[in-house]
């Protein structure tokens, strides 16, 4: 596990200015800080990698639909005919970045 930002900051619940997130009491009203561990533990505060990972997944998802209609499966055909060689780089470049962005995404939860 790595070591926590030293500079990182959280907003007090009581007078919501910004303390060291380390701090167990706040600096400017004295009201005690709930421990962030255990807030995160309990009430599963998503940590940054959670919404990469989303749309890592979002652009994964959307790289099998346009195949999906691209590749003729549906039966469906475009309106527009767009050159295949769009799609042959396309689909892949947006399934890479989607996966990409998913790695990245697990990488900064397990850092987090
Ligand atoms: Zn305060």
Known sequence: ??????????QCIHCGKY???????CMYCKESLPDLNVLRATAGIPTEGGPKIRRGLLYMLLAGVVQYY???YSGFT??????????QYLVPGLFLLGLGLVLYGFYLKMKG
């Open 70 to 72: 691209a590749g003729g």
């Open 19 to 25: 303390v060291p997130v380390r701090s167990t009491q």
């Open 78 to 87: 475009l309106p527009v005919q767009i050159d295949p060689v769009v799609f």
């Open 1 to 10: 596990m790595a070591k926590q930002d030293a500079a990182a900051k959280r």
